[in-house]
């Protein structure tokens, strides 16, 4: 049964901050990964997804990366604002049958103090 | 380009009560998935359903059903409402080309109170 994992649950950093937020997966027989962001109350917002085969993405100030051999992913945020403070998930998706479905952790809750 | 919507935006029910919520997947999505995000449990896969069939099933009981219509929105369907059926339900869709899965995207949600 694939576990996904998102330590600390919350951090809080000084506005301009370059940051990492770390997740890891117990099953690296995964199809992709996406990283999440989800307002307080709302819907969740694609950021990244990373096929398996691939080693990173990047969309703006946001990067991502995956190892699937250590089953580990991290999403690095570059001079981070006040307007990134949101949860942030990860999700790994399945290939086949019961585990065709996405993962998520718990997530971490980022506050950007101006 | 309209993103996932959904129905109703809040919803308050007794125990016991049905309860019924509508997803609408972006144009030219097949597939629709449903997920519970409840209090301390984190976001839980429910069901996923493409070209009209069932797929695939979390670990909920039977009482959570649902269905995919042909043009491809969706229902959720809670019977015999507990109070820990309270939750933010949200609904994603994607495309798929025979076994490669797009990305999925999510609708704003639909919040569930059961008294």
């Known amino acids: 049964k694939q576990e996904v994992t998102q330590i600390p649950a919350a951090l809080s950093v000084p506005e301009g901050e370059n940051l990492v937020l770390n997740c890891s997966f117990t099953?690296?027989?995964?199809?992709?990964l996406q990283w999440f962001r989800q307002d307080p109350g709302k819907g969740l917002t694609s950021l990244l997804l990373i096929q398996s085969s691939q080693r990173e993405q990047t969309s703006g100030r946001l990067n991502a990366s995956l190892d699937k051999s250590s089953g580990r992913s991290t999403l690095y945020i570059a001079a981070s604002q006040p307007g990134d403070s949101a949860t942030y998930l990860c999700?790994?998706?399945?290939?086949?049958?019961?585990?065709?479905?996405?993962?998520f952790g718990k997530g971490i809750t980022l506050s950007v103090r101006p | 380009e309209a993103g996932v919507t959904q129905s109703p935006t809040h919803l308050i029910k007794t125990r016991g009560q049905q309860a019924t919520l509508r997803c609408s997947p972006i144009s030219g999505h097949t597939s629709v998935y449903w997920y519970q995000q409840a209090l301390g449990l984190g976001l839980q896969f429910l069901l996923w359903?493409?070209?009209?069939?069932?797929?695939n099933r979390g670990n909920f009981p039977p009482r959570f059903s649902g269905r995919q219509f042909p043009n491809y929105s969706s229902e959720l369907n809670v019977n015999a409402l507990e109070l820990e059926d309270s939750a933010l339900y949200l609904c994603?869709?994607?495309?798929?080309?025979?076994?490669?899965?797009?990305?999925?995207?999510f609708g704003p949600g639909t919040r569930l109170l059961v008294l």
């Open positions: 359903y493409d070209e009209g069939e069932e797929r």
């Open positions: 999700a790994v998706e399945g290939r086949t049958g019961a585990n065709s479905k996405l993962t």
């Open positions: 994603a869709s994607s495309l798929r080309y025979g076994t490669v899965k797009g990305t999925q995207y």
């Open positions: 099953d690296s027989a995964i199809y992709n």
